[in-house]
């Protein structure tokens, strides 16, 4: 994408476009990913669908995630920048208010994967769009604006989310498409212009990029970061409040502390970046993320269990923003469209996969120390990646 100069004062060139790209990822990730599963027991006792239609839902969730981030860079191209993010915002807010009303499994399941795709593509195509226009000694605390809205949707599905659900699912629903309408008109009126992605010429060579030493050490470290934060997004919470005897009430509050983190974490980032770079901020996040992610199989203190929740799952989205941040930095503006999309992508497939080994060594062992520790490790072992090929 081409870039753009700031103008029109400080509204036009910093707030504007950051708000804009905010209500994005509030809409796109935020709810579009994590908004759902706090419905999930509301929806249970309404008799509206089983525990196994719902879980499978949230498994296509992320597959279409991963389909609209892979398929981000040919949609704007075919249709766009602002038609391609208009069309992801419509489709999300349908997808929601569609949910408000008993719906068959088939039909739910692919509504909740759609919600995933408009996710895939919001995070693919929105913060280039607002990198481009804001002041270079502004980018860092614009792209951790923008980022906060992932964490803003983890505080409302913590908070918000189960409030409306006590007045059943289809209030939940129906609220949550009203909130979804208005982050879209937002981000619609405020959303800069862009040029579509530059299409790749057929028969040339892959970009010099995806061989840099930097920009793969770059991909170990995120990677490593989707793997090792798995546990702490299907295992933590249930372990917390059953297997150690907090309750549900102590584990779930202890998410919505992570959910706070998850808002703050990517704005302290940005403005750190400005300050000192990108990448020392990256490398004290991911490092603070595998303590985080390795707590809870040294320890069952309360304090430093939460203290791990808001480590290894609130400052994954700090992780994100510094991540897009770095990526510029390193391919350059040209560029970076196209190398964020391959990082997102691999990033959302490495989740996955962690997903579904985590789960079979917890059941295999039994050992949430081992799961725990583990995941530590990969996120210790993806920062030494990132720092030997950064010397290089």
């Known amino acids: 994408m081409t870039s753009a100069a700031p103008t029109g004062g400080r509204w036009a060139g910093f707030f504007g476009p950051a708000l804009a790209g905010y209500c994005g990822l509030l809409i796109g990730v935020g709810m579009g990913r994590f908004g759902y599963p706090p419905l999930i027991p509301a929806m249970v006792e309404a008799g509206w669908a089983t525990p196994t239609t719902l879980h499978l839902a949230a498994a296509f969730n992320l597959a279409g995630y991963i389909v609209g981030a892979g398929t981000a860079l040919a949609t704007a191209r075919l249709f766009g920048v602002r038609a391609a993010v208009a069309l992801a915002a419509l489709l999300a807010v349908l997808a929601f208010a569609a949910s408000a009303v008993p719906l068959p499994g088939w039909l739910f399941i692919a509504l909740r994967a759609l919600s995933g795709a408009t996710g895939g593509v919001m995070m693919i195509v929105i913060p280039p769009v607002i990198a481009n226009v804001v002041a270079p000694s502004h980018k860092g605390r614009a792209n951790g604006l923008v980022f906060a809205g992932v964490g803003t949707g983890f505080v409302l599905s913590g908070t918000a989310v189960p409030a409306f659900a006590a007045s059943g699912p289809a209030a939940a629903w129906l609220a949550l498409a009203a909130v979804l309408a208005l982050a879209s008109v937002v981000l619609m009126a405020l959303l800069p212009r862009s040029a579509p992605p530059e299409a790749p010429v057929r028969g040339q060579s892959a970009p010099a990029w995806r061989r840099d030493p930097a920009y793969l050490g770059l991909a170990a470290a995120y990677c490593g970061a989707a793997a090792g934060y798995v546990p702490h997004t299907i295992f933590f919470v249930d372990h917390v409040a059953r297997d150690l005897g907090f309750g549900l009430g102590v584990g779930g509050w202890i998410w919505v502390a992570a959910g706070l983190t998850a808002v703050v974490a990517p704005m302290v980032a940005g403005l750190a970046a400005d300050r000192f770079g990108y990448a020392p901020v990256l490398r004290i996040i991911v490092g603070l993320m595998a303590i985080g992610a390795a707590l809870p199989a040294v320890t069952h203190n309360l304090v430093l269990l939460t203290l791990s929740a808001m480590m290894a799952g609130g400052l994954m989205i700090g992780l994100g923003s510094s991540t897009s941040g770095r990526t510029r930095e390193i391919v ?22 962690a997903a579904y080994g985590f789960t079979a060594l917890l059941a295999a062992t039994g050992s949430h120390r081992l799961v725990f520790g583990l995941a530590g490790a990969i996120m210790a072992a993806g920062l030494a990646a990132e720092l030997a090929t950064a010397r290089r």
Request: charged fraction near 0%; glycine fraction near 10%.
């Open 332 to 353: 350059g503006p040209q560029a970076h469209t196209a190398a964020w999309a391959l990082q997102t992508v691999v990033f959302a497939v490495a989740q996955a996969g």
